[in-house]
């Protein structure tokens, strides 16, 4: 079995008669429950809930102390690569796009490296487009090896890998592996994904359990939301969680909620996700799994991340680039527009100012 097949269970289900149904008690109910269902999730993530989302705060902010202290680990993205094979019509990246294509020679990522270690940050997220004649698994193990020099802990946001190439990286240092399934709208996933490898619906989903077979320390997925209904993509990436976290105990198991950003290609979102929903999205998956990570990336404003800081998040990226290379020298065109500028120190000094401790590094691989 696989989490397609948990995911099937739910493909004919009809969300909307299951929100009509919902009642406030119904809300509440689950609000004050040690241990939540998949459908008490749902509940909670169904329109009415929003009447009570100062309830879940108040339980997500009492979870995460509880879970994780006042402290938010603190990471950067490194980019190596911007060459794709794929034409998601979404991305910036997308193999059609006239953006100038560019790979890092191994002296530019040890530069890269030493421009966001003088920062103090101890976790990289390292990114390739999706093409492995340019960004073959090789390449980046020879990258890892210059990052190990600087870095604690290392994850990948790359193309899927079988189990046996994420074995094959995590022997080299890396520790960690990010992959969006973008919808889990099987229909919409290939009308968004007209051609390259990436069209492979299930290859791509099975991904983060390959990874967690491959005894990956830590696991991130997500959906990215603009794509197709929130409420949906949401529950369904709440239901792959839990998923992994039953099956694989030993793996840190993390969420993300991307929302679309502007992008060279100008696809814009298909549904609009306000941030009120946003919010509603992280309670209730705080409320759902309270041993979950969940990142909040620089797509956000620095007002709205700000704000969102007690409501359940564990992790924040700090002094990010979308563009190759963006770190040390000048950038090229980004996979897409950022919102928060602020540096690592601008950011550390916001989570001071609210008794926030920023942590640097949680991770020591010997």
């Known amino acids: 079995m696989s989490v397609y097949d948990e995911l099937l269970k739910y493909r004919d289900l009809d969300f909307a008669a299951v929100f009509e149904q919902v009642t406030d008690d119904d809300i509440q109910r689950v609000i004050s429950k040690d241990r939540l269902t998949v459908f008490d999730y749902l509940t909670l993530l169904s329109p009415?809930?929003?009447?009570?989302?100062?309830?879940?705060?108040?339980?997500?902010?009492?979870?995460?102390?509880?879970?994780?202290?006042?402290?938010?680990?603190?990471?950067?993205?490194?980019?190596?690569?911007?060459?794709?094979?794929?034409?998601?019509?979404?991305?910036?990246?997308?193999?059609?796009?006239?953006?100038?294509?560019?790979?890092?020679?191994?002296?530019?990522?040890?530069?890269?490296?030493?421009?966001?270690?003088?920062?103090?940050l101890k976790h990289i997220l390292i990114l390739t487009g999706e093409s492995r004649h340019h960004s073959s698994v090789g390449y980046i193990k020879d990258c890892v090896r210059i990052l190990k020099d600087y870095f604690t802990s290392i994850s990948i946001e790359i193309?899927?890998?079988?189990?046996?190439?994420?074995?094959?990286?995590?022997?080299?240092?890396?520790?960690?592996?990010?992959?969006?399934?973008?919808?889990?709208?099987?229909?919409?996933?290939?009308?968004?994904?007209?051609?390259?490898?990436?069209?492979?619906?299930?290859?791509?989903?099975?991904?983060?359990?390959?990874?967690?077979?491959?005894?990956?320390?830590?696991?991130?997925?997500?959906?990215?939301?603009?794509?197709?209904?929130?409420?949906?993509?949401?529950?369904?990436?709440?239901?792959?969680?839990?998923?992994l976290q039953r099956n694989y105990l030993d793996v840190e198991i993390s969420m993300s909620p991307p929302r679309m950003r502007p992008h060279v290609g100008g696809f814009p979102p298909r549904v609009i996700v306000s941030d009120k929903n946003l919010v509603q999205y992280v309670l209730a998956f705080r409320l759902f799994m309270p041993r979950g990570g969940i990142t909040l990336s620089t797509r956000e404003s620095a007002a709205l991340r700000n704000n969102m800081l007690k409501l359940g998040i564990t992790k924040m990226s700090a002094g990010s680039c979308t563009a190759v290379g963006g770190h040390s020298e000048e950038a090229a065109v980004g996979q897409f527009e950022i919102s928060d500028e602020r540096s690592v120190a601008e950011m550390a000094a916001m989570l001071y100012a609210r008794n926030y401790q920023p942590v640097y590094k949680d991770w020591q691989l010997w």
Not at 55 to 70: D, S, W, Y
Not at 215 to 242: C, K, P, Y
């Open 48 to 120: 009415k809930a929003e009447r009570q989302l100062e309830a879940m705060a108040q339980q997500a902010h009492r979870l995460t102390v509880q879970q994780f202290g006042h402290t938010i680990l603190l990471y950067t993205p490194l980019y190596l690569a911007n060459y794709c094979v794929n034409q998601c019509v979404y991305c910036g990246f997308h193999a059609h796009n006239a953006i100038e294509r560019k790979k890092l020679t191994l002296d530019q990522v040890r530069a890269e490296a030493a421009a966001i270690a003088a920062t103090g």
């Open 159 to 243: 193309y899927p890998l079988s189990t046996d190439e994420y074995s094959e990286l995590a022997a080299a240092g890396v520790d960690g592996m990010t992959i969006y399934q973008e919808t889990y709208h099987e229909a919409n996933y290939a009308e968004l994904h007209p051609a390259g490898p990436k069209r492979d619906y299930r290859y791509r989903l099975d991904a983060p359990e390959r990874a967690c077979q491959a005894a990956m320390r830590a696991v991130n997925i997500g959906a990215l939301l603009g794509l197709s209904d929130w409420r949906q993509e949401a529950f369904l990436t709440g239901v792959h969680a839990d998923y």
